[in-house]
């Protein structure tokens, strides 16, 4: 099973996505030094091409950290949180809660603002809870069930305040533009793997100068030597040695960086959009429906379907799977009841969805359905995207 090189592999779930051909060209370059002359100039155009992506002020500290998502996180409230520090956590899913958990581990007094399954969080019930806070944290898009939370108005309330804005932009940043110096964001990251199609294993991270003011005030060394932020510095800008970068993924992430920002973040942020509705409008007459309600509250990268009465979830992704197509479903209390399509990087493209609406019609018996994609799709004037790099 592991003898395939899966490059037919479709990867539909909402990440990791499938790595971008420039990436997978890039993880065959020939190894060099972490402290190599050659790489410091490749970690001083990613972290350029991250100010864009973020949208940072112009002397905000970006960098890549040598872990996933998780660990950029974790590197957010292990430098920016001292023991009995009230934050207040906006939690409306798994990954919200994963916030709460390590704020917590790192000696904060957590307060949750959290809402209902499926609804972002609202701006008033932030505002309502500011009161001695050292900082909020909320998830811009909630992956465990497709909720986008208002962060521009969470900012906005936030904003001018002296209290630190932490954000988790994983299923955001890269699809879409990113105002972290316009919104007032001081602590944002991502992981490889999600919108940008790298490979897993590098979380770029972006700090704003106040952030850092905030750590270099510290009582306290921060926890977490590995990425504590003077360590990080100290590489990424003084070009001394703090640990081993993984050099060949910051190659890749490169490359897909620059094919991000080349494509342009509105490009990509309407290519989602539209794929997004294609998809709705294709699986709609099958029974399948939007499971978050207020369409203002959707995420547009991680599409959270409600499916068809009787449909047997695991049965028919079992099905998908022997054809070689990932499909993720739902969490805890939405599983067997949603799927969640990803449409972060290279899987918003019309090819892959494509793979998965013929293995579809032929599993749910559903004629026609092919044919009404490519109606879909030539209607919002995505037939070009044929000529996929995805097959
Ligand atoms: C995937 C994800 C993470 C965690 O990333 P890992 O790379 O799995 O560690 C955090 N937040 C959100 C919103 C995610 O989707």
Not at 174 to 184: L, R, T
């Amino acid at each position: 099973m592991f003898e395939d090189t899966h490059d037919h592999h479709v990867l539909l779930t909402p990440g990791p996505t499938p790595i971008h051909p420039r990436a997978q060209q890039a993880l065959m370059r020939g190894m060099l030094g972490h402290m190599d002359p050659e790489v410091f100039a490749l970690n001083r155009e990613i972290q350029a091409d991250l100010r864009v992506m973020y949208g940072t002020e112009p002397e905000a500290f970006t960098a890549l950290l040598a872990g996933t998502g998780s660990l950029g996180m974790e590197a957010g409230f292990a430098n920016l949180v001292e023991k009995g520090d009230e934050i207040l956590v906006c939690a409306n899913g798994s990954f919200g809660r994963r916030m709460a958990e390590m704020a917590a581990r790192y000696g904060a007094h957590v307060r949750l603002v959290t809402a209902p399954l499926g609804e972002a969080i609202k701006p008033e019930d932030v505002a309502a809870h500011l009161d001695g806070v050292a900082m909020v944290a909320v998830v811009h898009g909630e992956t465990s069930t497709g909720v986008l939370n208002p962060v521009p108005e969470i900012a906005r309330l936030v904003r001018g305040s002296g209290v630190l804005l932490t954000v988790d932009a994983v299923t955001t940043a890269g699809m879409e533009p990113f105002h972290m110096q316009d919104w007032g964001v001081d602590y944002a990251y991502t992981g490889a793997q999600k919108c940008l199609s790298a490979p897993p294993g590098l979380a770029p991270i972006a700090i704003s100068e106040r952030a850092f003011a905030r750590y270099a005030a510290r009582r306290t060394p921060t926890p977490l030597w590995y990425c504590d932020f003077e360590g990080l510095r100290d590489y990424w800008v003084e070009h001394t040695y703090h640990h081993t970068i993984p050099v060949n993924l910051h190659y890749a992430f490169h490359a897909a960086l620059q094919a991000a920002l080349e494509e342009g973040l509105d490009a990509r942020k309407l290519r989602v959009q539209q794929l997004g509705q294609v998809i709705t409008r294709t699986l709609a007459p099958l029974g399948f429906s939007h499971y978050v309600r207020r369409p203002e509250d959707r995420l547009p990268t991680v599409l959270a379907l409600r499916l068809p009465t009787g449909m047997d979830d695991s049965a028919v992704r079992l099905a998908l799977r022997a054809r070689e197509i990932s499909v993720t479903g739902g969490l805890g209390p939405t599983a067997g009841v949603i799927w969640r399509l990803g449409l972060m990087g290279e899987a918003a493209r019309p090819a892959p969805y494509r793979a998965l609406m013929v293995a579809l019609q032929d599993l749910l018996g559903a004629p026609g359905l092919v044919a009404r994609y490519e109606e879909e799709l030539e209607a919002a004037g995505l037939v070009g995207e044929k000529q996929s790099v995805l097959v």
